[in-house]
């Protein structure tokens, strides 16, 4: 049984931080492609960031309001724990915070990080509540 609990989420005030934490059990998680996606109230779940571990690759949103540059993906291999952490918060990142997992259809696969479709991943966590107050 695969299982993903994140953690870390919280209040924060804007430009201010936070570090939410992934836990996956089950299985070794050494092949798998990792996702953070975010859903706000009324809103479809959407893309983050992501990491492989098997390419050391990460890939991050780009929007009008892109992540990138403000959150970064990290690991700890030996904790089976994935990290996003994000700086100069903003009131628009309150959302509701959730890590995935994708295992790899191929060898090919596992080596890209550009998987930012809900339907790309096999597992996810229950999800971690954010509010940034401005």
């Known amino acids: 049984q695969v299982q993903l609990v994140e953690s870390g989420g919280g209040l924060a005030q804007a430009g201010g931080s936070l570090r939410l934490s992934c836990a996956a059990s089950?299985?070794?998680?050494?092949?798998?492609?990792m996702g953070w996606f975010r859903q706000f109230p009324n809103k479809e779940r959407e893309f983050v960031a992501a990491?492989?571990?098997?390419?050391?690759?990460?890939?991050?949103?780009d929007s009008r309001d892109s992540v990138s540059g403000r959150f970064t993906i990290s690991t700890d291999n030996a904790k089976n724990t994935v990290y996003l952490q994000m700086n100069s918060l903003k009131p628009e990142d309150t959302a509701v915070y959730y890590c995935?997992?994708?295992?790899?259809?191929?060898?090919?696969?596992?080596?890209?990080?550009?998987?930012?479709?809900?339907?790309?991943?096999?597992?996810w966590g229950q999800g971690t509540q954010v509010t940034v107050s401005s």
């Open positions: 089950g299985r070794p998680f050494s092949s798998y492609i």
């Open positions: 995935a997992a994708r295992s790899p259809r191929s060898s090919f696969e596992a080596l890209t990080a550009t998987w930012t479709k809900t339907g790309h991943y096999d597992y």
């Open positions: 990491f492989t571990w098997s390419g050391g690759k990460t890939y991050y949103a």
